[in-house]
């Protein structure tokens, strides 16, 4: 298995550009997890789908940040427009049913927004 | 907010020694879990503990679950260099539905 997918791992963008950042979960697993990590706030939880459908984005900053789950095997998370206070690591995350058993981490996107 | 709270914030160790993090919590839980997370890498789970255990071996770790004192350990024993890396736990919560993790021990293990 190749484990939860993301891409790109390294994004450098300027202020006021769209960000898009990539996500194929582990096939077979129902739920999704976006969280976002820095050195200030720790690891945060974004947003998270089951079955493809957004169960709680109570953790979503702002409207400038939308994530989709159009099927089981991708998602994206999407930043526009982006400030440099956006930066950090985002890490999608998927387990194999919607409760908070084990978590299967992808390997992040590191993003800096100047 | 967070819901776990690591201590200590950093520990370094000779290989060979035990390494032991705390983590406490505030409110009620369905399960805790571990995860480490080498430098540059996603974190990877360890082990689940869920509220009704008190405690769970998985090779060199050890977890014990205080759910009186809403509190956790995470023992590992005869450390090597290789199990330097951040430690975090995370708490499932039995009045939410999401994994809350918790700010993290930063343990290094010196050759």
């Known amino acids: 298995d190749a484990g939860v997918i993301q891409s790109p791992r390294h994004e450098v963008t300027e202020m006021g550009q769209e960000v898009t950042l990539r996500c194929k979960p582990i096939?077979?697993?129902?739920?999704l997890f976006w969280y976002r990590q820095t050195m200030m706030r720790g690891l945060e939880l974004l947003i998270y789908?089951?079955?493809?459908?957004?169960?709680?984005d109570s953790g979503m900053p702002e409207d400038r940040f939308s994530a989709k789950m159009p099927n089981a095997s991708f998602s994206t998370l999407k930043i526009q427009p982006s400030e440099p206070r956006d930066s950090a690591v985002y890490f999608c995350?998927?387990?194999?049913?919607?409760?908070?058993?084990?978590?299967?981490f992808g390997s992040g996107t590191q993003l800096s927004v100047l | 907010s967070q819901q776990g709270e690591e201590d200590p914030q950093a520990l370094s160790i000779q290989e060979g020694e035990n390494a032991t993090m705390n983590c406490s919590y505030k409110?009620?839980?369905?399960?805790l879990q571990w995860y480490r997370q080498n430098s540059g890498r996603g974190l990877v789970h360890l082990i689940l503990i869920r509220s009704n255990e008190r405690e769970k071996h998985s090779g060199r770790l050890r977890v014990t679950l205080d759910t009186s004192k809403k509190s956790s350990s995470l023992l590992i024993t005869a450390s090597r260099a290789a199990d330097t890396a951040s430690y975090f736990c995370a708490t499932d919560e039995t009045s939410g539905s999401r994994l809350t993790f918790g700010e993290g021990t930063q343990l290094t293990v010196n050759p």
């Open positions: 409110t009620s839980i369905n399960n």
């Open positions: 096939s077979g697993h129902n739920s």
């Open positions: 995350a998927s387990s194999l049913r919607a409760t908070n058993e084990k978590l299967f």
């Open positions: 789908f089951n079955n493809n459908v957004p169960i709680d």
